[in-house]
């Protein structure tokens, strides 16, 4: 699948990790866990846990995004390395933070489970969680892309979260997003401008989505485009497809105008794969959020000086793997929330860049 931007954000579609940040802060240690997973199918998840060399305080556990995305944030989809989750962690940790990263199923070093659920995801994000909080730490949570949907859900469930971090985060449904996403991307690049075609593909890509996996693939309508085609089998073959289903028609705003807990919101001027109008409605909902907007922010939550406009799906997908460092606003922003939030305030070992 081609298609950089469906399968990103969606995933119905290891790596190595970044060097040490090399700034100021704590001195830091980097040692491999294993988390104990709740269903048994996996024995553990096999993880990184980033600490300063007293290994105590406030802690922060990374979720990444959709697909095969390992602990670092690097995709097999994406040439290069992106590494955006690695550096994040190795920042913080150098602020004075305790970080927790960890390969999700499939991924990294841990085992790919033959069976997963549409609830795995949330649940091996509780189970990192609960390996933080047995340990002593007051602990928040760092979602990124489909990870902040995690993070939100987890957080809703689990009162002990101190404080959420959505970065990049979609706040309109899926079934919103893929039908903006599909249009914009793909049908419209393509030259494709009739309205009844246009809603053809759309109707069908979203009965797929609806469909039972390893029932046949429901029939194309007259005028599918190639790429829509592509979309449905990859769709069709993923293992994901119940929970995509499941929560197709979620509205990320309901479930964040319940959440108690404090929440920081980013988002970058130069996504391509979320627009300012979800950053937009999640800060509106947030009960306790505050919102921090970066213009030349892209996806991967990198400096990106380009409009999004004078990019190819090409070139995109070409930067997503360069390896540039994370944007120095979203890590300045991060830990100061999270200072604030894990009552860190007057710590003297937890130092935020300015």
């Not at 920042?91 to 991924?107: F, H, I, N, Q, S």
């Not at 899926?174 to 401008?193: D, F, H, K, M």
Request: overall charge positive; aromatic content about 4%.
């Amino acid at each position: 699948m081609r298609s950089l931007f469906v399968i990103a954000t969606f995933a119905a579609i290891a790596g190595c990790h970044p060097p040490p940040i090399e700034s100021g802060g704590a001195a830091t240690e980097e040692r491999e866990v294993r988390i104990p997973t709740s269903d048994g199918r996996v024995p553990f998840l096999a993880g990184s846990l980033h600490a300063a060399s007293t290994g105590k305080g406030p802690a922060v556990l990374m979720i990444q995004g959709s697909g095969p995305t390992d602990r670092d944030w690097n995709n097999p989809h994406i040439p290069g390395e992106n590494g955006s989750g690695g550096l994040v962690a190795h920042a913080l940790a150098r602020a004075g933070l305790t970080v927790l990263a960890y390969d999700k199923r499939g991924t990294g070093r841990t085992a790919k489970d033959p069976a997963p659920g549409p609830t795995t995801a949330d649940d091996d994000a509780r189970s990192a969680l609960r390996f933080l909080l047995a340990r002593g730490h007051r602990v928040g949570l760092f979602g990124h892309s489909d990870g902040a949907s995690i993070a939100r859900r987890v957080a809703l469930t689990e009162p002990r979260v101190a404080a959420v971090v959505l970065a990049a985060a979609p706040g309109r449904s899926l079934r919103t997003l893929l039908r903006e996403q599909i249009t914009r991307n793909i049908l419209r690049p393509a030259g494709v401008s009739s309205r009844r075609t246009i809603e053809a593909n759309l109707r069908w890509i979203e009965k797929v989505v609806r469909s039972a996996r390893g029932s046949p693939l429901p029939a194309a309508p007259r005028g599918a485009h190639p790429r829509v085609r592509e979309l449905a089998r990859t769709l069709k073959r993923s293992p994901r497809l119940g929970a995509m289903a499941r929560r197709f028609d979620e509205e990320p705003t309901r479930e964040l105008a319940r959440l108690e807990a404090p929440v920081l919101i980013l988002g970058g001027g130069r996504d391509v794969q979320v627009a300012r109008a979800d950053y937009d409605a999640l800060v509106r909902a947030a009960r306790a959020g505050q919102g921090v907007w970066i213009p030349d922010m892209d996806h991967v939550l990198k400096l990106e000086v380009r409009p999004p406009t004078r990019l190819s799906e090409r070139e995109v997908l070409a930067r997503y793997g360069e390896p540039r460092p994370v944007h120095p606003r979203l890590l300045a922003a991060v830990c100061r929330f999270l200072r604030k939030q894990l009552a860190a305030d007057r710590d003297p070992a937890v130092r935020c860049p300015e």
